[in-house]
Every structure is written in C-alpha cells, then in structure tokens.
C-alpha cells in the first residue's frame, strides 16, 4: 500500500503520485460539486510527500478553510494509508486515537474531522489526499471530495 517502490538493484526509490493536472481536475470538481449544492469550499489535494499539489478556494470561502481542507487532505492520506481508512470519516469512526498516554490529534496537520478522501490506484497503492472545507458540515465536505474521486478514479494509473 505504500506509494513508494524500491527498484531492485538500485538504492533509488520512486514514489508514485497524481499529475498536477488530474489533481487540479480532483480539486475543481470539489468545489463545483460543492457549489451547486450551495457551499463555496476551498479544496485542497496533497501528494505523497503529504504537501499541498492543488489547492482551489471558492469565491466566498471563510478563512479558515484554506488550512482545514489541508489538514483534512493530510490527515487522508497520511492515517488513511496507516490504518487502512479511506477518508477522514472512516478515521472518525474507528476511533483512532494513538497511544494509550496521548492522541494522533496532537499531531501537527492532523484533524480528525469528515472532509477528506484518500487517493488510492485500483491495487490499494496510496497516491495522496483530496480535503474539502466550508460547507456547513464536515459530512457535505466530504460528500463532494468523493464525488470529485469517484469521477477521476479512472484516472488513477
């Protein structure tokens, strides 16, 4: 599930990830789904190194959202690849909490809130994270990351 390979013989690793032009197409498709259920949303796609590839902000987005649909986006990717999840909501309700003395929500960049999907290829083989923030419910958020994958999947190779 790992997105990076390493070739044999060789002491390189290369790491699988989306183009920028079908992360841009993931990050688009949010927010116009969003949009025409009425939300203005910023959405945001990471890469396996977990850094921000495409973000798209909606015209009347609140501030916050910028930030939020990263973390969303990181968090996807990076505990959805760890513990097998395929959004955030999954995460939410697994109730995955970390060790016993602490919290994974201590960690820097992670939320635990509904809005993200993890980009997977069909073989399971993690690619990133697309996070939505701004409409009013984490679960709406998440609805039109999910269609924007749901659409692009294919794409996914």
């Known amino acids: 599930m790992a997105p990076q390979a390493r070739a044999a013989g060789t002491n390189l690793i290369t790491t699988q990830k989306l183009d920028w032009m079908t992360a841009e197409k993931l990050a688009a498709e949010a927010v116009r789904v969003c949009a025409a259920r009425g939300f203005s949303v910023t959405a945001t796609v990471v890469d396996p190194s977990g850094h921000q590839q495409v973000v798209i902000k909606g015209d009347t987005v609140p501030l ?25 909501s999954e995460l939410v309700a697994a109730k995955l909490t970390g060790p016993a003395d602490g919290s994974l929500a201590t960690v820097p960049e992670v939320i635990f809130i509904a809005g993200g999907v993890t980009l997977r290829k069909a073989d399971g083989t993690v690619l990133g994270g697309i996070g939505v923030s701004g409409a009013s ?7 039109c990351a999910q269609a924007a994958v749901d659409k692009f999947r294919a794409d996914f190779h």
């Open 64 to 88: 916050q959202s910028l930030s939020v649909s990263y973390r969303k986006a990181y968090t996807a990717y990076s505990y959805g690849m760890a513990f097998n999840k395929n959004s955030t």
């Open 137 to 143: 419910g984490g679960d709406k958020d998440e609805a």
